[in-house]
């Protein structure tokens, strides 16, 4: 593995996101490191969370520049850094079509997606509605869903704070829990989260006859304890190039701070490194 650079290694470590005008008039929270001709890594993060969770959660953005790849991740609307929308209708297939601007946007023709929970959702659907757009796949802790059951329970949740949301108190209360999790999310919003949990049933289902066609390297990371595995495990003998690792006693939460997580990432990509 190369040595990443003094200027590249302090950009890994602290990123400074730009914003990026979404079509709709959508602010896009970003960042994007690494050599400016290496392939591109297109990085999804989960709900509630930002584009940071692949550098200071995650820790693989620092090794995939080591290894020649430029990083681009997110945060998606409603998260982070990026707009705050109210509006249910303002995200489902739009998540898919806000990454597809970023890639425009930076004149990036292929990525390989790596997509964690909701962002394994987002980036599936981008695969099977834009295969030319896609060099490889990797999902972790979800995949092939049929249910947005994980939606509806965290919608019921994201309610619940919403009853109890005191503006003197609250963002610091959320920012501790966040923090107990070991996450690098900046505090999130209420009201965005309820927006975006109500609008997933317009992003998930995917035919098998479409999952069938997926014609890249697909790699699954899946937690043991985690629910969300069965939705991995599904893919198998449907997605043609398809692997899966299972995260010995992690759970959904857990899953980035395995070991294995951040290992098969980059052993996934050094493979898919020639894909087509």
């Not at 609307?77 to 705050?84: A, D, E, I, P």
């Not at 930076?106 to 990525?111: S, Y």
């Not at 999310?185 to 927006?195: E, H, K, R």
Request: aromatic share 6%; glycine share 8%; with cysteine.
């Amino acid at each position: 593995m190369a040595e990443v650079s003094g200027t590249i290694a302090a950009e890994v470590a602290s990123p400074v996101p730009d914003l990026l005008l979404s079509g709709d008039g959508v602010s896009l929270e970003y960042y994007d490191v690494g050599p400016r001709d290496g392939q591109v890594v297109l990085c999804l993060h989960g709900l509630l969370d930002s584009c940071y969770h692949w550098g200071q959660d995650a820790h693989v953005t620092e090794p995939l520049v080591a290894l020649g790849f430029r990083v681009v991740a997110a945060s998606c609307r409603g998260h982070g850094g990026s707009s705050k929308l109210y509006d249910p209708a303002m995200y489902g297939d739009k998540l898919v079509e806000d990454q597809l601007r970023l890639l425009d946007a930076l004149k990036v023709d292929k990525a390989h997606l790596v997509g964690y929970s909701m962002g394994a959702e987002t980036a599936i659907a981008l695969t099977v509605r834009h295969p030319g757009r896609v060099r490889s796949l990797c999902v972790c802790c979800s995949g092939w869903t049929e249910s947005t059951k994980p939606y509806e329970d965290a919608l019921f949740y994201l309610k619940c704070m919403k009853m109890f949301w005191y503006p003197c108190c609250c963002p610091c209360v959320c920012l501790l829990a966040m923090r107990c999790l070991g996450s690098a999310a900046p505090v999130f919003d209420v009201g965005a989260g309820i927006a975006l949990t109500r609008s997933m049933g317009a992003l998930i289902p995917v035919e098998e006859d479409a999952m069938k066609a997926i014609a890249v390297p697909v790699c699954g990371i899946a937690a043991e304890k985690d629910p969300e595995r069965i939705s991995l495990e599904r893919m198998e003998g449907v997605v043609p190039d398809f692997t899966l690792t299972v995260l010995p006693k992690a759970g959904h939460e857990d899953a980035p701070k395995h070991p294995l997580y951040q290992k098969t990432i980059i052993e996934h990509l050094q493979k898919c490194m020639n894909c087509i």
